[in-house]
């Protein structure tokens, strides 16, 4: 078993990001490495899995352009859930432009991220521009935000490979403490600066049938040394009861015992 990166205590590393620290204080506060993933395609039926898994996770990770009917109060009444039920939002929009547009994708458009998200991500696909612009948008709008690269991926045949893994270390540890961690299958930064989250989660190892895999959150809590955990159908589309009796779309749910680990 590996040991935990999630401080007791906030060392000397700590304020140097404050979105960091809340969330490990948070994962402290809730005993939960959990981060659900509320793809569904209405407001209503977004803020009802909120409401529903709010009290058990620490993230609530989204991906705003899939909601049909987003509106200037869909971030208000989410940061109002989130606040309530003390968990971070992640807009899950893997940003991989260069970075005068990200700045304009960040800042601004239907969604403008930047002012209601705590987290978000990129590819380091087009180099530090694209943090550089995130950063610069977020130093604009007086508003810290968290953000992930993308440094492997969950899906059958991405083309990410190990010297690309290893140049999103170098450009995430450029870039601390805007750059808190990454999406990624397995334990990035052995130092603890750095965490993971790790998406392509269920009880039962297999895919989806469109290129998806998962792994056990055993395996990767365990094996592979994630941090945090996205689940997003294995638990908002369970078939199965799921241990922790959470109501969410109509189907009672069961969450995996995740385990917090100290
Ligand atoms: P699922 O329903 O648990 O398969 O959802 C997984 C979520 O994580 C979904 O929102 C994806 O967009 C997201 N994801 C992923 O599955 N794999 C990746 O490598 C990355 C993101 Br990056």
């Known amino acids: 078993r590996q040991p935990s990166r999630i401080p007791q205590e906030l060392g000397s590393e700590s304020s140097m990001s404050p979105i960091r620290d809340q969330l490990y204080a948070i994962s402290r506060r809730k005993k939960s490495i959990l981060c659900v993933a509320a793809d569904v ?3 209503e039926e977004l803020m ?3 409401e529903d898994v709010g009290p058990h996770i620490c993230v609530l990770k989204l991906h705003a352009d899939i909601i049909r009917d987003w509106a200037t109060e869909t971030p208000k009444r989410l940061q109002e859930i989130a ?3 003390d968990f971070l939002l992640f807009e ?3 940003f991989a432009d260069i970075g005068s547009t990200v700045v304009a994708q ?3 458009g239907t969604h403008r991220i930047a002012s209601w998200a705590h987290i978000t991500n990129a590819h380091a696909l087009p180099g530090p521009g ?3 612009g995130l950063r610069q948008a977020c130093e604009s709008s007086g508003r810290m935000v968290g953000l992930l690269l993308v440094a492997q991926m969950s899906s059958k045949g991405n083309l990410i490979d190990g010297r690309y893994t290893e140049s ?3 450009m995430a540890r450029d870039a601390f403490p805007f750059c808190i961690g990454f999406i990624a299958q397995e334990r990035m930064d052995p130092t603890g600066k750095l965490f993971v ?3 392509g989660v269920q009880l039962e190892a297999k895919g989806d049938g469109l290129g998806q895999q998962y792994n056990t959150p055993e395996h990767l809590l365990k094996e592979k040394g994630v941090d945090f955990l996205i689940v997003g159908r294995g638990i908002y589309a369970a078939p199965e009861p799921w241990q922790g009796r959470t109501k969410v779309q109509g189907t009672i749910l069961e969450y995996p015992s995740i385990e917090y680990r100290e």
């Open 197 to 199: 989250m790790a998406p």
């Open 130 to 132: 694209v943090i550089d």
């Open 168 to 170: 999103c270390l170098r």
């Open 48 to 50: 009802s899995i909120a």
């Open 92 to 94: 899950d929009r893997k």
């Open 106 to 108: 960040f800042g601004s």
């Open 41 to 43: 395609e209405s407001a």
């Open 83 to 85: 606040a309530r039920h």
